[in-house]
T-cell receptor, first 114, second 110 residues
Framework: SQTIHQWPATLVQPVGSPLSLECTVE??????LYWYRQAAGRGLQLLFYSVGIGQISSEVPQNLSASRPQDRQFILSSKKLLLSDSGFYLCAWSMGTGYDYGYTFGSGTRLTVV | LAKTTQPISMDSYEGQEVNITCSHNNIATNDYITWYQQFPSQGPRFIIQ???TKVTNEVASLFIPADRKSSTLSLPRVSLSDTAVYYC???????????FGTGTRLLVSP
């Protein structure tokens, strides 16, 4: 069966520090991968998506970036965090061929920038 | 992707049936309707998916009228653990960038 792993679960980082969040998917090949962010009490905002290795599309201009160095690995990064980067970050995957059960989400990372 | 509209919040009591309606007037012919559930500090979780008429699984039922411009998620005999945010999304499968709205915040009280 397919599983998605996301870490760390919580993170407290000072303003101006770098960020690296990692997401890996097991049990499938060539998944579509997504990074979402959810501010407190808000809906999910799509940040990045990827349909293949090295293919990254950005939805929201910001100081975050994403990379997909391997088929089932998706990384969210920042060189210098801002206070506004605080939030709940979720990685998700979908197959994207024919209809399936939509997205499967990871357990999320709670990022607090102080 | 078709836009969806849901109530912001709903209140219920344990043991009651809860029906959450979602409006999607611009749903396309190939679009499916999918509902997700999200607990605090967790990722959304798939609940149910349908195309037309009625779909039922062990968790919920999904009612879709013939015109498919709306859908209703039905949760039978809710418990306190059903307190969560419920999202309705429509899409045609394949690759897509699902856009989650603010969802419906369901509060189940004793």
């Amino acid at each position: 069966s397919q599983t998605i792993h996301q870490w760390p679960a919580t993170l407290v980082q000072p303003v101006g520090s770098p960020l690296s969040l990692e997401c890996t998917v097991e049990g499938t090949s060539n998944p579509n991968l997504y990074w979402y962010r959810q501010a407190a009490g808000r809906g999910l905002q799509l940040l990045f998506y990827s349909v293949g290795i090295g293919q990254i599309s950005s939805e929201v201009p910001q100081n975050l970036s994403a990379s997909r160095p391997q088929d089932r690995q998706f990384i969210l990064s920042s060189k210098k965090l801002l206070l506004s980067d605080s939030g709940f970050y979720l990685c998700a995957w979908s197959m994207g061929t024919g209809y399936d059960y939509g997205y499967t989400f990871g357990s999320g990372t709670r990022l607090t920038v102080v | 992707l078709a836009k969806t509209t849901q109530p912001i919040s709903m209140d219920s009591y344990e043991g009651q049936e809860v029906n959450i309606t979602c409006s999607h007037n611009n749903i396309a012919t190939n679009d499916y309707i999918t509902w997700y559930q999200q607990f605090p500090s967790q990722g959304p979780r798939f609940i149910i998916q349908g195309y037309k008429t009625k779909v039922t699984n062990e968790v919920a039922s999904l009612f879709i009228p013939a015109d498919r411009k709306s859908s209703t998620l039905s949760l039978p005999r809710v418990s306190l653990s059903d307190t969560a945010v419920y999202y309705c999304l429509v899409g045609d499968g394949g690759f897509q960038k699902l856009v989650f709205g603010t969802g419906t915040r369901l509060l189940v009280s004793p």
